[in-house]
Each structure stands twice: as structure tokens, then as C-alpha cells.
């Protein structure tokens, strides 16, 4: 099987990329791809950049010259304090995109114009694989809203406003896009965060490595036990 795995800061990603065997590095336009084998199967990692149009662009780039049959958008996240802790993971099922609004037209808060929704569901499949990865790796995992803009949630009242709009119980800045991306290119898509700061971003820097070490961690089992 073919999977592309995208995320936004290489500490994120450049630890999958390392494992790769037999490894090769495909650069289209400015977005750099390093292709390889893992588990027997082929995975296509990219390190798309900070935000939602450059996690867009690198995802569309991605599907038209690799034609992955799923995508994974992997690393860190805030998380809403009440349902999560930090380092716990948060498997999304589904996506929201909290900054897009054109209620002044009448459309409710959040809607993503060419789908013609707000929420936008991930595969069933992967997140149900997921989520057994994280349980074989005796990791906590939660299966819940992950929203989407481009600003960094970094105090209480934003993350309050947010939970209370859409139910999210992780932020972040890429992970919306992507599953936009995917569900306009009918490619199956995941969206897989470990929990980083609190949503007041004050333990950022101390907990976001350790994070995404064990984001690898679980997409390490999920290719490990992924069907050939």
C-alpha cells in the first residue's frame, strides 16, 4: 500500500523520514517529498510548513504525483484540558475548520463552501487502526473533534470560543486543510495529534518533542500492522 504521511514542523516528520529504507528525495516546486519503504509498504513523507494554505498545497501536490491510497496528517496539537492531557493522543473523527465564517451570508460557522458542510469526517478504517496502535503501544487515546485555523491557540478564551462552537477537544493549524484536500480528491485521510500545551501554549516548548516522538511511535505500529 501507498501512504503519504504530511506534517507541518520537522520534528514532526523527519523522524519517519529517517526510518525509511532505501529512501529518495523528490522536490516539485518548493515542497520536498522523501519517498521510501516501511513495513512493505511505500511512504511518500512531506514536512508541508506551518498553516493551512501551505498544508493545502503540498497535500494536492502530493495526491497528483504520488497518487497515495490514504493520507496521514501527523504531529502535535493544544488540547481542550478538560478531555485531554498533555501527551495524551486525540484521533481525529472528524474536522472542522473554526476560522472560516461567512455567517454574514447565513451560513452557520464553519462551513467549507465546496463540500457543503462544516464537519468533515475521517476514514473509518484508519482511525479505527489508529487507535488500535495506540492501544498495543499502551498510549491514551481519545477519538474527537480536531479544529482547524490559522492562528495559534495560545490562551484559555480562544480555546473556550472554539470548544464551545464545535466540540473540539484539540487546535491546530493544518489538519482541516488536509481533510478538505483529501475529501475533493476522494482519497481516504486520518488526522492523528498528540497533545503538546494545554491551549495556552505555555508548555509548548518543553513537551512538543516528546510529543511527536510518540506520534512516530504509533504510525510506526499503524504501517507495522497495515495490510500489504
Known amino acids: 500500500m501507498r501512504i503519504g504521511i504530511i506534517g507541518a514542523m520537522d520534528l514532526e516528520i523527519h523522524g519517519l523520514a529517517a526510518l525509511l529504507e532505501d529512501a529518495q528525495t523528490h522536490t516539485v516546486g518548493k515542497q520536498r517529498f522523501v519517498c521510501g519503504r516501511f513495513a512493505g509498504h511505500e511512504v511518500i513523507t512531506a514536512c508541508c510548513g506551518v498553516g493551512k494554505v501551505a498544508a493545502a498545497v503540498c497535500t494536492q501536490t502530493l495526491l497528483l504525483h504520488f497518487q497515495p491510497h ?42 467549507v463552501h465546496v463540500l457543503d458542510r462544516v464537519e468533515m469526517r475521517a476514514d473509518e478504517a484508519m482511525v479505527s487502526r489508529l487507535k488500535q496502535s495506540c492501544k498495543a503501544l499502551d498510549l491514551p487515546v481519545t477519538v474527537g473533534t480536531v479544529a482547524t485555523g490559522d492562528c495559534f491557540v495560545g490562551d484559555e478564551a480562544t480555546a473556550k470560543r472554539i470548544h464551545d462552537n464545535f466540540g473540539a477537544i484539540a487546535f491546530e493549524m493544518e489538519g482541516g486543510s488536509i481533510a478538505q484536500t483529501c475529501l475533493m480528491n476522494q482519497t481516504p485521510f486520518a488526522v492523528l495529534r498528540t497533545i503538546s500545551d494545554g491551549g495556552d501554549a505555555f508548555d509548548f516548548e518543553a513537551f512538543s518533542r516528546q510529543a511527536a516522538e510518540r506520534t512516530l511511535a504509533i504510525i510506526q505500529n499503524f504501517l507495522q500492522n497495515l495490510p500489504l
Do not use: E, F, K, R
Open 70 to 111: 490514504g493520507v496521514i496528517n501527523m504531529g502535535v496539537a493544544g488540547g481542550w484540558p478538560s478531555a485531554v492531557q498533555l501527551l495524551d493522543t486525540v484521533v481525529a473523527d472528524v474536522l472542522v475548520q473554526h476560522d472560516a465564517d461567512t455567517t454574514a451570508l447565513g451560513d452557520p460557522l464553519g462551513y
